[in-house]
């Protein structure tokens, strides 16, 4: 079994263009502090596009290393992001997801971000370096989860009808 589906070329140039907005949207927000879209597009990609979601999130992520450089932060977005979808796939697997179930999920992954993200100063830096990075951005990861809450609980189900139109095209 492959990880990445046999490509046509439409799918690949679907799926950059799926990459594309996923890339344009987290820069046209970074200026709002931990208010993003990425968490409810990966969500919607992987409910429409199924295993696709896995060659847009790591081309995202390559990107986000080019453009913002390849710190300590970049390595753990191998780890981090594909937790999304893990539990979009076990937990929306056969019926259409409602738009609050959808938004408690964006929405507790948004506050568990930074721990997630903690994990790697863990093995790199030991228990206390890791313990007080994510404590010190709990309050950024509050607005994370709100943000994420709201932005699904409102986008959802538009961007759900948009997408699934697309996949038929």
């Known amino acids: 079994m492959k990880f ?10 679907r799926d950059a263009l799926l990459c594309a907005i996923l890339f344009i949207s987290q820069i046209s927000l970074a200026s709002v502090t931990n208010v993003e879209l990425v968490s409810l597009f990966l969500i919607l990609y992987t409910l429409v596009f199924k295993k696709h979601v896995w060659l847009i999130l790591y081309v995202f992520i390559a990107l986000e290393g080019l453009v913002y450089g390849f710190g300590l932060w970049w390595f ?35 506050m568990l971000f930074g721990f997630f993200c903690s ?3 863990l093995i790199t830096a030991g ?7 994510w404590t010190a951005g709990i ?14 609980l409102i986008l959802f ?12 095209i």
Do not use: M
């Open 139 to 152: 309050p950024f990861d509050l607005v994370h989860g709100i943000g994420n809450f709201v932005l699904a």
């Open 4 to 13: 990445f589906p046999r490509l046509t070329t439409g799918e690949l140039v």
């Open 76 to 110: 753990s977005y191998f780890y981090v992001w594909p937790i999304l979808p893990a539990f979009v796939f076990l937990f929306f697997k056969a019926r259409t997801p409602k738009p609050f179930g959808i938004a408690i999920l964006s929405g507790i992954f948004g």
């Open 119 to 121: 994990l790697s100063y």
């Open 127 to 133: 228990p206390e370096a890791a313990f007080i990075w």
């Open 157 to 168: 189900q538009p961007l759900y009808r948009l997408l699934c139109r697309l996949k038929r």
